[in-house]
């Protein structure tokens, strides 16, 4: 994709490389220094695992596509204020995720904004017994209900509970990025991520009990 508004096309020599610089500050001393391929550099490492957290929380891909392409510009725009000491990558994931909430905020404001999780709670809870032939229409409705019902739950958690849940279903964010993306420890991290998990099982013991028993609490 190309995320990137008209710029001048001029470079200069980047500034001498240090060896334990990470590839995002490297990518961004370049850019900063007029090298535009530092900037097009972190929109090709990112635009998947961006794309992936925006869609998760949108659920409309042509949506999510514009949202991804105003956090990219959001980036350019905000080239002389990035440092190479700071996590470009929270910072692109937390503006994306201010982005979405003001996208629902304006066009949805009665849309539910949890998405499907790959957290094990959530594949507990929507796993069904597995049957010969295709599904009765009383059983499609019933797993429906269900299912609606956890995304009830999920809504009703509170904000950063349900931001900790979301990034943590995504696959190559570690709980010490989850921490800088919501700037706040990794053992804040941990406790929410507990509590979310918590309130839910809480919230949704009457479906746990009806798809596995009270013994299978």
């Not at 409705?141 to 609606?148: E, I, S």
């Not at 919230?203 to 596995?212: F, H, N, S, T």
Request: hydrophobic fraction near 40%; aromatic fraction near 6%.
């Amino acid at each position: 994709m190309n995320a990137m508004p008209a710029a001048a096309s001029y470079m200069i020599d980047p500034a001498p490389v240090e060896v334990e610089s990470s590839a995002d500050a490297l990518s961004l001393r370049r850019w900063q220094h007029g090298d535009v391929r530092g900037y097009n550099e972190l929109v090709k490492r990112y635009e998947k695992p961006l794309f992936a957290f925006i869609l998760r929380i949108i659920r409309d891909t042509h949506d999510s596509q514009d949202l991804l392409q105003e956090s990219f510009i959001r980036l350019y725009q905000n080239q002389d204020k990035l440092r190479e000491d700071k996590n470009i990558k929270s910072w692109l994931f937390m503006t994306a995720h201010n982005i979405c909430i003001d996208f629902l905020r304006k066009n949805k404001p009665g849309r539910v904004t949890a998405m499907d999780h790959q957290d094990p709670l959530f594949q507990v809870l929507i796993e069904t017994e597995t049957s010969e032939g295709p599904p009765q229409p009383d059983e499609q409705l019933h797993k429906k209900r269900m299912y609606h019902r956890i995304l009830e739950a999920i809504e009703n958690l509170p904000s950063q509970q349900r931001l900790a849940m979301t990034l943590r279903s995504l696959k190559g964010l570690s709980i010490k990025e989850i921490a800088e993306i919501m700037d706040c420890s990794e053992k804040t991290v941990g406790t929410t991520l507990f509590a979310a998990r918590k309130k839910l099982v809480a919230a949704l013991r009457p479906v746990l009990v009806e798809m596995y028993g009270e013994n299978g609490l």
